[in-house]
């Protein structure tokens, strides 16, 4: 069994242990939590899993890292606090575990991040004999792995386009909504996610990881980006009101440009509310979903729709994310110590964990 630790308990991190303690390969040995009110509660509280593991949640990373653990989820945060999450990381590879993270979006495409990312990790590897896979579901999964997949059973590929769909009042992280996202700002507010070539430090990514598979050169990455205002104010089940005349839709797209044109296209729909911006696509039932398109002979189209916790799709999201993670571990324990991505990590099934509970 690997001894196994999550770190952080948030939205992901619940999900974590839910995974990790599904998992047959792996033996949860700790949670570790920021906010002082979770010490001591037991991880399957935290994780919602209806029964006790006998694990205490605890605030003391030293002692979690003297054990010396296999494997780490480090399902902390890192929209807003990048630095200290690749420093976390970093801590934990330099223990000598392997780490699995949605959290550090530019260490996606591992390749090509930012050497102020990429440098720290590879100096954790040498050290510590660690590694390190970073994913999601979108940036993740959505982009990566599935329309690669797709795109194998067509003809003719003339583009390949990933949507997200997303009532984004089912997403309970209201800071990251509001003011990262900008729900519910003036239309004059300039959110951080939306700003000039932030949505290709996210996604950019995953556009190259889709070029690198489908064997093709990039011209460049180019982004559009479009808002619309609420007509009327609206309220949300956990976080209040947005009024109207303030942002209540966004759609971009990052793209891959191939020879002069968009042929790689990661696309984004957001609404706070369905009511907003109508024209836009929309998913199959109005809570959300992602899609991918495979513009070509033939035409493929797929959608998933996950849900979690209650029905909620933005948890649903969260798991398959999770999932991907997770189901990794017990192959990145047996490979060399090193940095990987999508590419280098296979999508498996879940031998061994069929009508397990």
Request: aromatic share 6%; proline share 8%; glycine share 12%.
């Amino acid at each position: 069994m690997i001894s196994t630790v999550v770190w952080g308990t948030g939205n992901v991190g619940r999900a974590a242990i839910r995974a990790v303690e599904a998992h047959p390969a792996l033996d949860l040995e700790a949670v570790l939590v920021h906010n002082p009110d979770k010490v001591g509660r037991d991880a399957g509280d935290l994780g919602d899993l209806g029964r006790g593991l006998g694990i205490p949640a605890t605030t003391d990373i030293d002692a979690v890292l003297a054990n010396g653990p296999q494997a780490v989820v480090y399902a902390a945060s890192g929209d807003i606090r990048p630095d200290e999450a690749l420093a976390d990381i970093s801590r934990a590879i330099r223990a000598g575990a392997v780490v699995v993270t949605p959290a550090l979006y530019p260490l996606y495409d591992q390749r090509n991040a930012p050497p102020e990312f990429r440098e720290p990790v590879l100096a954790a590897v040498s050290d510590g004999g660690g590694s390190l896979f970073v994913s999601g579901v979108d940036p993740g999964w959505g982009n990566d792995v599935l329309p690669v997949l797709m795109s194998g059973l067509g003809t003719v590929v003339d583009v390949i386009r990933c949507q997200e769909i997303f009532d984004y009042s089912t997403y309970e992280q209201e800071e990251s909504v509001r003011y990262l996202v900008g729900m519910g700002q003036p239309m004059d507010y300039e959110p951080l996610m939306l700003a000039p070539s932030v949505p290709t430090m996210v996604w950019g990514g995953q556009i190259r990881l889709m070029a690198r598979a489908l064997g093709v050169e990039l011209d460049e990455i180019r982004e559009t980006m479009h808002r619309r205002p609420l007509d009327a104010t609206v309220s949300t089940r956990t976080m209040g009101a947005f009024e109207a005349g303030t942002q209540g839709a966004v759609r971009f797209e990052v793209q891959g440009v191939v020879e002069g044109e968009p042929r790689i296209v990661i696309e984004h729909v957001t609404r706070i509310h369905p009511s907003c911006a109508p024209d836009w696509p929309v998913p199959p039932d109005g809570a959300g979903a992602h899609r991918v398109i495979i513009e070509g002979r033939p035409r493929i189209e797929i959608t998933v729709e996950a849900t979690d916790e209650g029905e909620n799709r933005a948890a649903g999201g969260n798991a398959t994310a999770v999932g991907r993670l997770v189901g990794a571990i017990d192959w990145l324990v047996d490979a060399e110590p090193g940095l990987y991505d999508a590419l280098d990590v296979p999508l498996r099934p879940a031998a061994g964990r069929l009508g397990r509970t």
